[in-house]
């Protein structure tokens, strides 16, 4: 964890983006902090994903500002967030079947032996790899059956907790979920909350996507409400009800869009 202390570890400020005719951000703000998790909700359409793209790096926004512990900065792709401490666990999981847990974990920042020969050839640490997989997973009390097994031979809540291991190992200031739960079952879903849990205990900031207020209620500190591509909310979770959160997402009830908003002139 760094920055200065009260600075957001990640600020967005008037960020749009639209695609041809359609406006999917309009003057968004949103500032994540650390050892909170800060829920993102909105119904299908409302601007989330393409949100988290921006801010990984996915797509280049048409205006605004993304700021990294105070500090503007061009996150012109997905490695470029990365290097900023941004780790992104998308909707669709970026996971490849064929490779084992480790290969995943490992995936684009692999440990090679034999100095810079080693390196050039391609040469893995496959032991190394192996150790800290293993102290990462257990760090997060991820229960995987064998390093070894392919992601293919895994179920649906230990491949999700695997790309949130990923996140969450080479993520130390800011991590993004984007429904990590979806099409889970109960015992899988309450395993990922455990895992966000551990995440806001390490002092990371979260960004969490989810349609279930349950989860909302549960492990967020924070709630930003999009609709068409606008802020029109922002609270503190333990100040209002599943109720309020539901009523802001279709539009029956209008809370406060949050300082941010205007500054950049998008209080609706």
Not at 7 to 22: H, I
Not at 93 to 101: F, G, K, N, Q, R
Not at 239 to 255: C, F, H, M, N, S
């Amino acid at each position: 964890m760094t920055g200065a202390a009260g600075t957001p570890a990640l600020e967005v400020e008037g960020l749009c983006k639209s695609f041809r005719a359609v406006q999917a951000l309009d003057h968004v703000a949103l500032s994540l902090h650390y050892g909170q998790v800060t829920a993102l909700l909105g119904d299908n359409g409302a601007g989330k994903s393409t949100l988290v793209k921006c801010i990984s790096g996915v797509y280049a926004p048409d205006a605004g500002v993304v700021k990294v512990d105070g500090t503007v900065q061009a996150v012109a792709s997905p490695e470029a967030a990365r290097s900023l401490g941004i780790e992104t666990v998308h909707q669709t999981l970026a996971v490849i079947d064929p490779l084992d847990v480790v290969e995943n974990l490992f995936l684009n920042r692999e440990h090679t032996r034999g100095g810079r020969l080693g390196a050039w050839l391609g040469v893995l640490d496959k032991k190394r790899m192996r150790a800290e997989s293993g102290d990462i997973l257990g760090r997060l009390d991820i229960r995987i059956p064998s390093l070894r097994r392919s992601m293919s031979a895994l179920s649906g809540g230990q491949r999700q907790a695997v790309a949130i291991g990923r996140a969450a190992a080479w993520g130390q200031q800011i991590v993004l979920l984007d429904e990590p739960a979806a099409a889970l079952g109960v015992e899988q879903a309450a395993r990922v909350l455990d895992l966000i849990r551990s995440l806001r205990d390490a002092g990371v900031a979260v960004l969490l996507i989810t349609h279930n207020m349950d989860r909302v209620t549960d492990v967020c500190d924070r709630a930003v409400v999009l609709r068409q591509g606008r802020k029109t909310a922002e609270v503190d979770v333990g100040e209002v009800t599943k109720d309020d959160l539901v009523g802001y997402i279709t539009g029956a009830r209008t809370g406060d869009p949050g300082p941010e908003a205007e500054r950049t002139g998008s209080s609706p």
